[in-house]
């Protein structure tokens, strides 16, 4: 029998070593629990910050869209007002997203001139829209992007692009309104990869929601207007002070849940891309280690050994969710530099690597070429066989390009049936030759549809080449654009189907060289 005097003490630490080993265990835990809840944190703000940029990325470019089809029709009318259907329909109209439109002119007192959506029997009023209302009385001449609303002749709930139309002597005549359907920007979102319990809106600086898809699978065309008559308020991208990009928590007020959410304020117009996921997500990754963390834990109090073995195996597990993660974040870094049709270079990533290609032709005074091409009468192509059809032609039109360009040569899409070529290390007879071929392997052979119909398409290119040598002032890379852009127009105007190029101004040649086989298209 043990003494008391000796078995107290024993007792005493034994009973230390197991608090010690217990507070370890339990210690070990929490910071555990706290590493794991932080780590999620932050691979969901990356995810959602990913998915925020590679939104704005591919909505930027239908905008512009949108914004260059209301200047040029505008021209169109200001021209010829009398004939302004007839343009309409005439077949040089850009088609990029023409489809999705209503074109409406309101008159300078405030009444519908003109639509090419259903007639109404009678006068429609429209002195109490809000694009109205600015366009009357802004003294700048910008593009407004009103809230979405319904059409008093259409009845589709649209959201409005306008612009004013003045005269030559500045007096106001009148607001022209392309009407672009909701369900467009509905379409539009719902291709983002939101997880199921995610939420991706469009939302104007003046904190009223555009379009919002709640989930890829949920239909959206249903949502009850009310979602669209009240502003948002005491968000934090809508506060000037904040930076243009950042995240947040909070119950958003779009469905009443409590989610992360990441935000972008885009470049060049007065929206919001937000993409949101709820608290839950995060909990539910949280809940994926901590109840088997808590249980290691347990078992640890009573075998730590054997406990230790759990503890790694969940551990283990933990780090692969977040390497998936990171993987996907990865995918989708990529996803912002390609076209999601054609899977060639997107607009953005196009004019960045032209931007390098030329600085480093102008610092090795190396050759360098850039062309502008487009398709001829895209419109009837989609008008005969449809946009899957249309869509068909863009991807082939690319494999047979791609099929003709070295591995250094980049192809982008500028946006619609517009693409660019970047030809480095190429002087321009060369490039006049590799484009001339591919001019030729393109309207030499008809393109096969997916339902079996066979389509002749035929290409209009416009080259420009960077001027290194001595006496030439460098051309920018908007420079260069525009050249190549010129020759294309003069392509067009010349009957289509042919390679122009654009010498511009200098003392070494005065006259364009032309390329080309066979008539108009």
């Not at 210690?27 to 703000?45: F, H, K, P, Q």
């Not at 003709?404 to 007879?429: C, V």
């Not at 060369?430 to 398409?457: N, Q, S, W, Y």
Request: net charge neutral; glycine share 8%.
């Amino acid at each position: 029998m043990v003494p008391r005097a000796r078995l107290y003490p024993l007792i005493l630490l034994y009973t230390a070593a197991c608090l010690t080993l217990l507070t370890a265990v339990w210690g070990a835990v929490d910071l555990a629990l706290r590493a794991n809840s932080a780590s999620n944190l932050r691979a969901t703000e990356a995810f959602v910050t990913t998915l925020a940029g590679v939104t704005e990325q591919h909505l930027l470019p239908a905008l512009t869209d949108i914004d260059r089809t209301s200047l040029a029709l505008r021209r169109a009318y200001i021209r010829d007002p009398v004939n302004f259907d007839r343009f309409l329909n005439d077949g040089d109209v850009p088609q990029a997203i023409f489809p999705v439109f209503q074109v409406s002119i309101i008159d300078a007192a405030g009444f519908l001139a003109y639509t090419s959506g259903r007639r109404s029997v009678g006068p429609v009023d429209l002195r109490d829209r809000l694009h109205f209302r600015y366009h009357l009385t802004a003294p700048d001449d910008g593009l407004y992007i009103s809230r979405s609303l319904v059409g008093r002749v259409s009845n589709v709930l649209s959201v409005q692009f306008s612009r004013k139309i003045v005269n030559q002597a500045g007096v106001f005549q009148g607001v022209l309104v392309l009407s672009v359907e909701h369900s467009y920007f509905t379409q539009f979102l719902k291709t983002v990869a939101l997880p199921p319990d995610g939420l991706v809106a469009l939302i104007g600086l003046d904190g009223w929601v555009r379009a919002r898809v709640s989930s890829p699978d949920v239909n959206e065309t249903n949502l009850p207007l009310t979602v669209f008559e009240t502003p948002l308020q005491d968000t934090p991208f809508l506060d000037p002070a904040r930076p243009n990009t950042g995240t947040y928590q909070v119950l958003n007020p779009l469905d009443g849940v409590a989610r992360l959410g990441a935000y972008r304020r885009l470049s060049a117009y007065p929206l919001v891309v937000l993409v949101l996921v709820s608290d839950e997500r995060i909990e539910a990754m949280a809940r994926e280690v901590s109840g088997p963390l808590l249980g290691g834990g347990l078992v640890l109090s009573l075998l730590v050994l054997g406990g230790a073995g759990l503890g790694l195996r969940q551990i283990v597990r933990r780090e692969a969710t977040i390497t998936a993660m990171l993987q996907r974040e990865a995918q989708l870094r990529d996803l912002a530099n390609n076209d999601v049709l054609t899977g060639i270079a997107n607009r953005r990533y196009c004019l960045d690597r032209a931007g390098v290609e030329i600085g480093r032709a102008l610092r090795h005074r190396r050759p360098l070429a850039l062309a502008m091409l487009d398709l001829d009468h895209f419109k009837r192509v989609n008008d005969q066989f449809g946009h899957a059809g249309g869509d068909a032609v863009l991807q082939e039109l690319v494999r047979r390009v791609r099929a003709r360009l070295r591995r250094e040569d980049l192809i982008g899409r500028l946006g619609g049936e517009e693409f660019a070529i970047l030809l480095p290390e190429t002087e321009i007879e060369g490039a006049l030759k590799a484009l001339d071929l591919i001019r030729d392997l393109i309207a030499e052979t008809p393109f096969h549809l997916p339902d079996g119909r066979d389509v002749a398409v035929t290409v209009s290119i416009g080259v420009a080449d960077l001027r290194v040598d001595s006496g030439f002032v460098p051309d920018t890379l908007e420079q260069l654009l525009k050249r190549a852009d010129d020759a294309l127009y003069a392509a067009k105007r010349g009957g289509r189907n042919r390679v122009i190029l654009d010498v511009g101004p200098s003392s070494f040649a005065t006259a364009a060289v032309q390329k080309s086989e066979g008539g108009p298209s």
